[in-house]
C-alpha cells in the first residue's frame, strides 16, 4: 500500500511529555523501579564478590535490622535525615536554595556541646531546654546572614549557604582543639560520660524515644505549617514567583528572612539531637554529609512530612545495610556509597518516566 | 494552478493526551502565498513547527515536490528550502546582523564579513528590506528584528517561508512594509505560508487560506471567493455576529488623576516620562503603544509595584473630588488596606496574577488571605468564590483543586479576571487581556468589562489589537518610548493616526 507509513529515517527513539498519571501507577513505577535498583546493585555486588543476591539483601536486612541496637541504629539514623530534611522543606519550597544545612547543623552542635561541657552542674530539665533553645537560635543565625544577603541585594543564597558550612567547619576544628579532651587527640571524646549531663534520658526505657518524638512533633509541626497556615502559603507563592507575591501584596524580604530562620533553627536543632542524643560529642563529621543527603530526601519526598520519613528510612536503611555488606564482603565503605548512589540514581530516574513516556521508531511492516 | 512546493498528509502530533494536530492533509503550491487561519490553540504553530523541523510528527508524512521526507530538524527543513521566522525571535542579542545570519552555517568556512554583507545586501535590494549589517541585535527594534529573521532564512536558500503571526508586534504602518515585501517575495517565486488570525490582514495579503479548527483541517478557500463572515464560520464551526458593544458613559466621576509620573529602571533610563491623565468612572480607557513602551510601568506604578521618581503623583478619590489618596510611595498592601478597590489583571497571567501550581481555590485567596485574625487560612470563602466563578464563567477544569497552570491559556484568564472583578473594584486595570484567547473566549472578556463598565467601574485597557480597541475604548491614550504621544477619542480617531502616534517622534529622533 502506498500509503503505508515509511519511518526508516524516523529517529530511533523520541521522549514524549504526558501528564496526569493516576496516583496508583505513579507508585508502582516507583516501585518498580527501586526493585530495579536492587536488583542491579544485586548483580553488582555478586560480580564483585560473587555472592548471590538474595544473601546479600539478607545481610543488608540482618545489618540495618538484625537486632534490636542494629535497629535503633537505624531509626536514630532516619530520625536525623528526617528532621533535616523537615528543616530544609520550608526553605526550598520557597525555592531558597539552603545548601547551608551541614553548617547550621555544626554551630547547633557545637553550641550544644559547649553547654554540656560549661553548664553540666545544672539539672537536665534545666539544661535541655536551654540546649534546644540556644542551638536553634545558633541555626537559625548561620542561615539568618545568607537570607538577608539574599533580601537586601540579592546575592546567590547558593554559594553563600555553601560558603557559611566551611566557615562552621573551621570553628567546629577549632573547638574541637579547644576543648580536647585527652590531651593530644584531637578529639573531644564523649562528653560527661560520667554523669551523662545534657544527654537525652532514656524514654519508656528507651535510649533514642526522644530522638523519634522530636522528629515526629516537627513533622507534623511541618505538615500543618506548610498547609495550613498563612506563612505556609506565603512560602508557597514567593516559591512559585516572586511577582506574583509581590502583587499580591506580601512583603518578600520578610518572608524569605522568617523562613530562613525557621530552617535554620530547625537544623540547628538537628545539631542539637546529633550531640545530645546521639553520638554525646561533636568534630567536624558530625554533620556528615546528612545536610546534603537530607535536600534529596526534601526533593523527592515534595516536602511532604510523611513521604520525608519515608524516604528518610530508605536511605538510613541502606546506610546501615549497605555497610554491613562492606564490611562481611571485605569491601571499603565507597562500595556503600556506590549501593546508594545506583538506587538514588534509579528513583530520580523514575519520575523522568512518570512524566515522559519513550516512543520508539515502528518496525517497518513486511512487504515494502 | 501551479505544482505543489509541499505536501502533508494525515500529519498528528499529540502532547500528552492533548491533540495538537488531528490527520491534517494539505497541499501547498509553489509560488503563492498561503495564509494558516485559525484560532489560538487550533494547531496552526505546531502544524509550521512539523514543517520546519522543531517538533517530530507523530503520524503522517510529508512530501517535498512529490517525494516523501523525513524532517528531523531545521538542518533537515534547510536543506528542503523550508525555513520558518518564530513569533518568539531566535537572534543572538549581542550579535551583529550581519553575524546572527550566518550563525549556525558550516563553521569549516572562513569568516569572510565582506562577501557576507555583499550577499545581504544583495537580498535587501531584491526584496525591498531595509537593515544596517552592523548594527547589534539589542539596538533594534521589533520590526529590525523581524526584517533580520526573514532575510535570515532567506539567506539560509528558503524557497518556502513560514511565517508566525509576522503582524502581531507590528504597528499598522510597520505591517504595510511587511506586506509589500511579501509580495515581492511572491513575485521572485518564493512560497510563503503566513500564520494569523486576522482576517483583514488574510484577506488584503493571501491567494488561498487554510482554516485549522481545534487541531484538525477544515478547509481551503481561494482569498478572493472568501469574506469575513464566510472565514468566521470556517473558524469557528459556527455562524457568529461579531460585535463589540460601546455603551455611552452615564455619570462620570472623576476615579483617579495621574499627574507627571516618571519612572525609571535600574539603570537611570527613563521607562515613563511625564505621564498625565485623569480616569473616570464608567469609561474604558484605552492605552496603545508598541509592546514594551511603558504599559506595564504605568500599570504597575498605579499597583504601587512600580517605584515612582518624586513629583509624581498618582491620586484615588473614593466619593467626591476633595477625598483624595495619595497611591505613589504605597505597596499593594498599604493601598488595599487604605480601602482602595484597585484589581489589576497583569499580562504576566501565571507568572503574577496568579500561582500557577496551585489550584483555584488557593488562587482566589491571593489577595486576601491574611484577613482575620487567626494564623491559619480559611479556604471556605475562597472555595465558595471559586466555584461561583467556575459556574458562572464556564471555567474548564478538572477541579478546584487543579493547578490552573494546567488549564487552556482562556480559562486561565476567567479564574484571573473573575477574581479581579469579584473584589468589586472602582478602578479595574487589564494588561493585553485577551492575548492569545481564542475568539469567544475574547468577547466574554469584552462583554466582563463592558459590564464592569456599566457598574460605574473606572476601567483601564491596555490593548495591542488596534481595531478592538477603536470598538471598544472610550477614549485611547497612545504610548510611545515612555511618552505619551496624545489623548484621543476612541470614537473619532482612525487605526493609521494611532499607528503614527505610535511610531511618530521615534522616526524623528533618527533623522537627527
Keep these: ?368 | 494552478m501551479s505544482s505543489t512546493a509541499l505536501s502533508i498528509k494525515n500529519l498528528s502530533k499529540y502532547f500528552g493526551s492533548v491533540c495538537a494536530n488531528d490527520h491534517v492533509s494539505l497541499d501547498i503550491y509553489k509560488g503563492e502565498i498561503l495564509a494558516l487561519l485559525g484560532e489560538n490553540g487550533s494547531g496552526k504553530t505546531s502544524l509550521m513547527n512539523m514543517l520546519s523541523g522543531i517538533y517530530f510528527p507523530d503520524e503522517g508524512q510529508i512530501f517535498a515536490d512529490g517525494k516523501e521526507v523525513c524532517i528531523r530538524s531545521p538542518k533537515d527543513a534547510y536543506a528542503l528550502g523550508i525555513g520558518m521566522v518564530h513569533q518568539h525571535f531566535k537572534l543572538v542579542d549581542v550579535f551583529s546582523a550581519s553575524e546572527n545570519l550566518i550563525l549556525g552555517i558550516d563553521p569549516s568556512k572562513p569568516l569572510d564579513r565582506k562577501k557576507i554583507n555583499q550577499e545581504l545586501k544583495t537580498i535587501c535590494d531584491r526584496y525591498g528590506f531595509e537593515i544596517d549589517p552592523d548594527k547589534k541585535v539589542y539596538d533594534m527594534s521589533v520590526s529590525e528584528k523581524q526584517t533580520l529573521e526573514i532575510i535570515k532564512t532567506l539567506y539560509r536558500g528558503a524557497n518556502v517561508l513560514i511565517l508566525d503571526e509576522p503582524t502581531a508586534v507590528l504597528t499598522p504602518q510597520e505591517t504595510e512594509r511587511l506586506f509589500s515585501v511579501i509580495k515581492n517575495m511572491k513575485k521572485d517565486g518564493k512560497t510563503v505560508i503566513i500564520i494569523t488570525h486576522k482576517l483583514h490582514e488574510v484577506l488584503e495579503i493571501s491567494d488561498r487560506v487554510a482554516i485549522l479548527r481545534k487541531g484538525a483541517y477544515v478547509g481551503c478557500i481561494e482569498t478572493a471567493k472568501a469574506d469575513e463572515s464566510k472565514l468566521t464560520e470556517m473558524m469557528m464551526g459556527e455562524k457568529v455576529t461579531l460585535n463589540i458593544e460601546r455603551p455611552e458613559i452615564k455619570d462620570k466621576k472623576l476615579r483617579l488623576s495621574v499627574k507627571d509620573l516618571c519612572c525609571k529602571d535600574a539603570e537611570g533610563r527613563d521607562h515613563l516620562k511625564n505621564i498625565s491623565f485623569d480616569l473616570y468612572s464608567g469609561e474604558i480607557f484605552g492605552i496603545a503603544g508598541i509592546s514594551g513602551c511603558g504599559q506595564k510601568e504605568l500599570l504597575e506604578a498605579i499597583a504601587g509595584l512600580q517605584p515612582a521618581v518624586s513629583g509624581s503623583s498618582i491620586k484615588y478619590f473614593r466619593d467626591s473630588e476633595d477625598e483624595a489618596t495619595e497611591l505613589i510611595g504605597k505597596t499593594p498592601r498599604a493601598i488595599r488596606n487604605m480601602g482602595v478597590h484597585l484589581s489589576f489583571v497583569p499580562e504576566d497571567r501565571l507568572g503574577m496574577g496568579l500561582v500557577g501550581s496551585m489550584g483555584m481555590t488557593d488562587n482566589m485567596m491571593l489577595k486576601d488571605y491574611d484577613s482575620g485574625k487567626l494564623f491559619f487560612t480559611n479556604r471556605r470563602k475562597p472555595g465558595e468564590l471559586a466555584a461561583r466563578i467556575k459556574k458562572e464563567l464556564d471555567v474548564v477544569t478538572p477541579g478546584l483543586q487543579t493547578p490552573v497552570r494546567r488549564l487552556s491559556g482562556g480559562n486561565v484568564q476567567k479564574v484571573l479576571v473573575g477574581r479581579e472583578i469579584s473584589a468589586d473594584p472602582t478602578v479595574l486595570m487589564t494588561a493585553y487581556a485577551v492575548r492569545g484567547l481564542d475568539i469567544n473566549t475574547s468577547y466574554t472578556i469584552y462583554k466582563l468589562l463592558n459590564e464592569q463598565k456599566k457598574k460605574g467601574t473606572a476601567i483601564i485597557f491596555v490593548g495591542e489589537d488596534l481595531d478592538v480597541m477603536l470598538e471598544l475604548c472610550d477614549r485611547i491614550l497612545v504610548l510611545n518610548a515612555g511618552k505619551c504621544a496624545g489623548i484621543t477619542d476612541g470614537r473619532k480617531i482612525t487605526k493609521e493616526e494611532i499607528g503614527l502616534m505610535m511610531t511618530g517622534s521615534e522616526r524623528k529622533q533618527d533623522e537627527h
Design chain 1, 1 to 368: 500500500m502506498s500509503t503505508e507509513i515509511k519511518t526508516e529515517k524516523a529517529p530511533f527513539v523520541r521522549v514524549v511529555k504526558q501528564e496526569g498519571m493516576p496516583f496508583s501507577k505513579r507508585v508502582v513505577v516507583r516501585i518498580c523501579f527501586v526493585l530495579i535498583a536492587l536488583v542491579v546493585c544485586g548483580f553488582l555486588i555478586n560480580a564483585i564478590t560473587s555472592y548471590d543476591p538474595v544473601s546479600v539483601y539478607t545481610i543488608m536486612f540482618e545489618g540495618a535490622f538484625g537486632n534490636a541496637r542494629r535497629t535503633w541504629a537505624t531509626v536514630r539514623e532516619m530520625m536525623m535525615l528526617a528532621l533535616i530534611a523537615i528543616g530544609l522543606a520550608p526553605a526550598f519550597k520557597m525555592k531558597f536554595w539552603n545548601i547551608g544545612a551541614e553548617g547550621q547543623i555544626l554551630i547547633g552542635g557545637i553550641i550544644s556541646a559547649g553547654c554540656m561541657i560549661y553548664l553540666s552542674a545544672c539539672p537536665a530539665h534545666v539544661l535541655l531546654p536551654l540546649m534546644f533553645v540556644l542551638s536553634a537560635a545558633g541555626g537559625a543565625a548561620w542561615a539568618l546572614l545568607p537570607a538577608i544577603f539574599k533580601a537586601r541585594f540579592n546575592t546567590n543564597e547558593t554559594l553563600f549557604t555553601l560558603m557559611m558550612n566551611y566557615v562552621a567547619i573551621q570553628l567546629t576544628s577549632f573547638f574541637v582543639a579547644h576543648w580536647e579532651n585527652p590531651k593530644g587527640s584531637n578529639t573531644v571524646g564523649i562528653i560527661n560520660s560520667a554523669n551523662q549531663a545534657g544527654w537525652f534520658p532514656e524514654v519508656f526505657g528507651q535510649k533514642y524515644f526522644i530522638n523519634v518524638a522530636l522528629t515526629l512533633v516537627f513533622a507534623i509541626f511541618m505538615f500543618i505549617y506548610l498547609r495550613y497556615t498563612k506563612h505556609g502559603f506565603e512560602i508557597s507563592v514567593v516559591g512559585n514567583s516572586e511577582n506574583t507575591a509581590r502583587y499580591a501584596g506580601m512583603n518578600v524580604s520578610r518572608i524569605m528572612i522568617r523562613t530562613m530562620l525557621l530552617s535554620g533553627a530547625i537544623c540547628g536543632i538537628a545539631g542539637f539531637m546529633a550531640v545530645s542524643g546521639a553520638s554525646h560529642t561533636i568534630s567536624t563529621s558530625t554533620a556528615g554529609g546528612r545536610g546534603f543527603t537530607a535536600i534529596i530526601v526534601a526533593w523527592l519526598a515534595k516536602f511532604d512530612s510523611a513521604t520525608m520519613l519515608l524516604i528518610s528510612l530508605l536511605i538510613a536503611f541502606l546506610n546501615s545495610g549497605a555497610t554491613e555488606i562492606a564490611s562481611k564482603c571485605k569491601l571499603n565503605d565507597y562500595a556503600s556509597d556506590m549501593i546508594i548512589g545506583i538506587i538514588l540514581f534509579f528513583i530520580l530516574a523514575s519520575e523522568f518516566f512518570i512524566n515522559y513516556r519513550l516512543v520508539f521508531r515502528k518496525k517497518e511492516k513486511g512487504g515494502v
